[in-house]
């Protein structure tokens, strides 16, 4: 089942901060986080484990919250190279596949 | 290295052609697998292929969509008598490791299929 991401948008100005959820009705083992924009592949930013594993961006930080099947990947003192469309993928254990939510587009002004 | 290739990058097609997209993974990788995104929404999970085996193919419509990863060679998504709903761009991503989606996913540049 797809996770659901808010917000749908958001509107930054260089050095701002935002945060982007991502939430599952089920449990999850990992949750993986991509940057994709527009017109070009997705690139990998960050994965979360169950258990607190994480690996990824050294300047993007997120959380997993594996009791609510919740990340939220925080963007700090944004850039404007930051702009583009976030995407959570969802992995449920026995899956062994992605389900990606719908997208959070940031944009990033000077 | 090199990441993972799509081609042909741009395709376009008739209604009742045939399409045929190729995906060859980073170099080492045994696991691949296809996604479509409609513009303005997310990935789609269409097929989880390994060498010879098609692991999930969950996503996949039942009817002109097929996909292989042969022994040798790229990976081969396949859309049979193509109709105007399949436009969308099919991207292919490939990862290392033996168990599924506990690595990263190396997303190649995508195939955007235009059908007339």
């Known amino acids: 089942q797809q996770p659901v991401q808010s917000p749908q948008a958001v509107i930054l100005r260089e050095g701002e901060d935002a945060v982007i959820n991502c939430s599952s009705s089920?449990?999850?083992?990992?949750v993986h986080w991509y940057r994709q924009k527009h017109g070009e592949a997705p690139v990998f930013l960050m994965i979360l484990l169950k258990g607190g594993e994480q690996k990824g961006h050294e300047k993007i930080s997120a959380s997993f919250n594996e009791k609510k099947q919740q990340s939220s990947l925080y963007l700090t003192a944004s850039q404007l190279s930051y702009s583009g469309t976030y995407f959570c993928?969802?992995?449920?254990?026995?899956?062994?596949?992605?389900?990606f939510g719908a997208g959070t587009t940031v944009t990033v002004r000077a | 290295n090199a990441g993972v290739m799509q081609n042909p990058r741009h395709l376009v097609r008739r209604r009742g052609q045939e399409a045929r997209l190729r995906c060859s993974p980073v170099k080492g990788h045994s696991h691949v697998y296809w996604y479509r995104q409609l513009p303005e929404e997310g990935l789609k999970f269409m097929v989880y292929?390994?060498?010879?085996?098609?692991?999930?193919e969950s996503g996949m419509p039942k009817e002109r969509f097929s996909a292989e990863f042969p022994k040798e060679g790229p990976s081969i998504l396949r859309i049979q008598q193509v109709v105007r709903g399949d436009s969308a761009a099919y991207f292919c991503?490939?990862?290392?490791?033996?168990?599924?989606?506990?690595?990263?996913?190396?997303f190649g540049p995508g195939t955007r299929l235009t059908v007339t």
């Open positions: 292929l390994q060498k010879e085996n098609i692991i999930d």
């Open positions: 991503a490939s990862s290392p490791g033996t168990a599924g989606v506990r690595y990263e996913q190396y």
């Open positions: 089920k449990a999850l083992y990992s």
């Open positions: 993928g969802t992995e449920g254990g026995n899956d062994y596949k992605l389900s």
